[in-house]
C-alpha cells in the first residue's frame, strides 16, 4: 500500500468508534465485488484488527438498506448463538462496528460507503477446498447459519439484489449479449456458448418448482463460496460465515447448489486445467451429510429432492454470468487476466458435466442419508 492509502484508510477508520492508532493496513485480496483491506490499531499497548470494506455501489444500488440487513443478521445470529449457550461470539458471529454518527457506514467525500467489521482472530479462508474434512465443515457452517435465520422472516430483509438467482432472466441476458456480441468475443467463446445454450432445459427446474409451491422461500446467504467460511487455524473448524451482502429471500436450494460449484472439485474457480475439474464423491459425500445434519429441523423432503440438481443448476447460472460478463467486456466480475471471465466459465461448465454424469451416484448418496 502506498504512503497516501494508509493515510486514506486512516482518514476512513477515524470516522468508526475505534480505540486508537491505525498501525497496519493490507489488501485482501478475496472477493470480485469489494475492496477489503485488514488493518490493526494500537490502543494502550493493545491491538485490535478490523475489516474496512467498501462497497460496490454499482453492484449493490441500495446500500443503506443492505447494511440494515446485515446487522439484523449478525444480531439475530449473536443472539441465537448465545441461547445456544455457545461460547466465543466474537468469532462465531460478525460484528459490525458503528460510524460515529451510529450509522453502520460511513459515507466519504467521493461518497463511497465504507463499513467496518471486528476482524476474525485464529481463522482462515481458503480460495479452494482442500480435504473432506474441509467440505464436512463448509455445508455445517452455511447449513448452520441458515437455520440460526430460520425464524426471521424474509419479509423483514431488504433484497439488496433482484432477481439474483433467476437462471431464466440470466439466460435471456446471455442471449442477448452472444446476439449483440458488443466487443466481438462471440466467436472465441463459441464452444462454451454452445454448452450454455444446450442447457436450457435446466433453467428453469428451480423456478418452476418454486411456482408449483414445492420449494418455499426462506432467508439464505446466497453466495455461499466456500471461500466465504473462515475455518479454525488449528483445529479446521467453521467458525464463522462472512460476505453477508446478498443475504436475502432465496431458495435453500441456491445455497447449496453454491456448496457443490465451490466445493466438491479441489481447483480454483478459475482453473484453466480442465482435466483437473470433476465433481469429487470423496467431497461431495461430506458436503451432503454436512448440510443434511445442520438443517435437520427445517429442510423439507421436497426441498431435499432437488439438492443434486441444484449443484448442476447454480453452477450453470453462475457460469452463464461469467460468460454474460466476458461478452458484454467485463464490467461486473473484477479480472486479473485476459480471456479471464472465459477461463472462470470454462471451469464452470466442465463441473456441470462433471455434476450430470455423477448425478444418479450423487442422489443415491442423499437418498441413503
Ligand atoms: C461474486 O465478490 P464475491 O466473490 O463474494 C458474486 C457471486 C458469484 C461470485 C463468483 C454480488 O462474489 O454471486 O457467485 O462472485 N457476488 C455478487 O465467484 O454478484
Ligand atoms: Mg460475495
Redesign the pocket.
Known amino acids: 500500500m502506498t504512503p497516501q492509502e494508509l493515510q486514506r484508510l486512516r482518514q476512513i477508520g477515524s470516522q468508526f468508534e475505534i480505540k486508537g492508532e491505525l498501525a497496519e493496513a493490507h489488501r485482501v485480496k478475496?472477493?470480485?465485488?469489494?475492496e477489503t483491506f485488514a488493518v490493526t490499531y494500537r490502543n494502550a499497548g493493545l491491538t485490535q484488527r478490523y475489516i474496512h470494506q467498501t462497497i460496490n455501489t454499482g453492484?449493490f444500488k441500495e446500500p443503506v438498506p443492505l447494511m440494515q440487513n446485515v446487522v439484523k443478521v449478525t444480531e439475530h445470529i449473536r443472539q441465537r448463538l448465545r441461547e445456544e449457550g455457545l461460547k466465543d461470539l466474537d468469532r462465531r458471529a460478525l460484528q459490525v462496528i458503528a460510524c460515529c454518527d451510529g450509522q453502520p457506514f460511513y459515507v466519504d467525500e467521493d461518497g463511497r460507503f465504507w463499513r467496518t467489521f471486528v476482524f476474525i482472530e485464529n481463522a482462515r479462508t481458503y480460495e479452494a477446498v482442500e480435504t473432506p474434512a474441509q467440505a464436512f465443515q463448509a455445508s455445517l457452517a452455511f447449513g448452520h447459519f441458515q437455520s440460526l435465520l430460520s425464524d426471521l422472516s424474509s419479509r423483514d430483509l431488504a433484497i439488496t439484489?433482484p432477481d439474483f438467482h433467476h437462471t431464466r432472466k440470466r439466460f435471456l441476458r446471455l442471449q442477448k449479449a452472444i446476439a449483440e456480441d458488443p466487443c466481438n468475443r462471440a466467436g472465441l467463446a463459441a464452444r462454451a456458448i454452445g454448452f450454455a445454450l444446450a442447457q436450457e432445459p435446466l433453467v428453469d427446474v428451480l423456478l418452476d418448482a418454486h411456482a408449483r409451491g414445492e420449494i418455499p422461500e426462506r432467508v439464505t446467504h446466497n453466495?455461499t463460496?466456500f471461500n466465504?467460511v473462515m475455518l479454525d487455524l488449528q483445529t479446521g473448524e467453521a467458525m464463522c460465515v462472512v460476505?453477508l451482502?446478498?443475504v436475502m429471500p432465496g431458495m435453500v436450494l441456491y445455497d447449496f447448489g453454491?456448496m457443490v460449484r465451490t466445493t466438491t472439485s479441489r481447483t480454483a474457480?478459475d482453473e484453466t486445467y480442465l482435466d483437473r475439474v470433476e465433481l469429487e464423491m470423496e467431497l461431495f459425500e461430506p458436503l451432503v451429510r454436512g448440510y443434511i445434519e445442520a438443517t435437520r429441523s427445517f429442510l423439507t423432503p421436497q426441498e431435499r429432492s432437488y439438492l443434486v440438481v441444484s449443484g448442476a443448476l447454480i453452477t450453470f447460472t453462475?457460469g452463464i454470468r461469467f460468460l454474460t460478463d466476458y461478452l458484454e467486456g467485463d464490467h461486473y466480475?473484477r479480472v486479473h487476466r485476459q480471456d479471464h471471465n472465459l477461463d472462470r466459465c470454462r471451469k464452470q461448465f466442465k463441473l456441470v458435466q462433471s455434476i450430470q454424469d455423477n448425478s444418479e451416484r450423487m442422489q443415491q448418496l442423499v437418498d441413503k442419508l
Open positions: 478475496i472477493g470480485h465485488i469489494n453492484v439484489i453466495d463460496k466465504n460476505d451482502d446478498t453454491d474457480e453462475i466480475f
